[in-house]
């Protein structure tokens, strides 16, 4: 038996195609036959044929690398090491975006990245990094409003998708959510279960999804007769969730309702609640938004508006991959619809 790694013609024979065929298959030429695609793929599995990815990116001019960009707006390179890491590997939002980025990426033999964007000398190290052609271009996700990564990667002219609407407008595609929706249904649950002094622990109000949320929210009950509804704000945080569900329980006793702007806002609203004394959801119903896994584990399970997160980064993904493949030049916004997931706590 040889021992010499299987090459492009091993898998022409087993597959039954030219040579030609299979490396415009491997190096992803799109104008193949669908079906010959399959038959080049099942005898790539057989054969265990792995592309030379340095040739491959000769034929291909690319790095079949993503950068997947965690970016702020800080400028403390403390700051980067010991706070803004550890918020991200804690929060299970990060784990589903890259869990959605590589659910499109693997399939096509591209690889993520990740960097960190927390400081002005970590923004000049990623756009180094993509000018230099060590990735194809970068997944986005901002985390501060006046980041200004976005704008860096639209001047330069690279590579990009951002995950959410900036709080400011650039020329790069990015995909979002209907939060305005998101909170309409949240109130329309509210009301639905009667709850006649519904209130909210809102997300931070200088971010767009925040706000987007907070008005869907006091729109629905405005039209059902609550022109005033009680607003805390929090930080997305399970701590923060803590801290202004019990402000917002000082400052107004009679609450019978609260949507909290996310599933860790509505696990620390369930924990002051439950140290309280207050029964979720027969005296105080709440409901969160994300759908992530602590929505499960919350005590009681939470009703929360979901948000399709591995989807979305699966569509960011793709956008750039028409972006850099050369099929899409216009950035576009693509924005999925929310929907609500009813378990016990309201």
């Known amino acids: 038996m040889s021992n010499q790694p299987p090459t492009l013609e091993d898998v022409a024979r087993e597959a039954g195609v030219s040579r030609a065929t299979v490396s ?31 040739a491959r990116a000769l ?17 403390s390179p403390q700051d980067t090491q010991e706070g803004f ?8 939002f990060f784990g589903r975006v890259v869990a959605g980025a590589v659910g499109f990426l693997r399939p096509r033999s591209m690889h993520p990245v990740l960097m960190f964007a927390e400081t002005a000398e970590d923004r000049q190290e ?40 900036p709080a400011r407008p650039v020329a790069l595609s990015h995909v979002d959510l209907d939060h305005r929706h998101g909170g309409r249904l949240a109130a329309q649950h509210l009301l639905a279960r009667g709850c006649r002094r519904p209130a909210t622990v809102a997300g931070p109000l200088d971010v767009p999804a925040s706000r987007e949320r907070l008005a869907g929210f006091r729109e629905t009950l405005a039209r059902a007769g609550h022109p005033r509804v009680p607003v805390v704000e929090g930080g997305f945080t399970l701590d923060s969730g803590f801290a202004a569900t ?41 409901i969160g938004f994300d759908d992530s896994a602590i929505a499960l584990s919350c005590v009681p399970p939470l009703t929360t508006v979901r948000q399709p997160v591995e ?27 929310p929907e609500l ?3 016990e706590s309201a």
Do not use: K, W
């Open 24 to 54: 415009r298959v491997v190096n992803g030429v799109r104008n193949v036959d669908p079906a010959i695609q399959e038959l080049v793929h099942r005898a790539v599995e057989r054969t265990g044929y792995a592309p030379n990815r340095a």
């Open 59 to 75: 034929v291909t001019r690319r790095a079949e690398t993503v950068a997947l960009v965690v970016s702020g707006a800080g400028d």
């Open 246 to 286: 019990a402000r917002l329980l000082d400052r107004h006793p009679g609450t019978d309702g609260v949507f909290a702007a996310n599933d860790l806002m509505a696990q620390g609203a369930c924990r002051l609640l439950a140290g309280r004394g207050v029964r979720v959801p027969q005296d105080i119903a709440v």
């Open 85 to 92: 890491a550890a918020r991200v590997f804690t929060d299970p």
């Open 341 to 343: 997931v009813v378990r």
């Open 126 to 165: 990623v756009l180094t990094y993509l000018r230099q052609g060590r990735a194809d271009g970068a997944l986005v996700v901002s985390t501060h409003p006046d980041d200004p990564l976005p704008a860096l990667l639209a001047e330069a002219g690279l590579p990009a998708v951002l995950f959410a609407r």
């Open 311 to 337: 989807r979305m980064a699966a569509e960011m993904a793709r956008l750039l991959d028409e972006r850099v493949r050369g099929e899409r030049a216009e950035p576009v916004s693509v924005v999925l619809a």
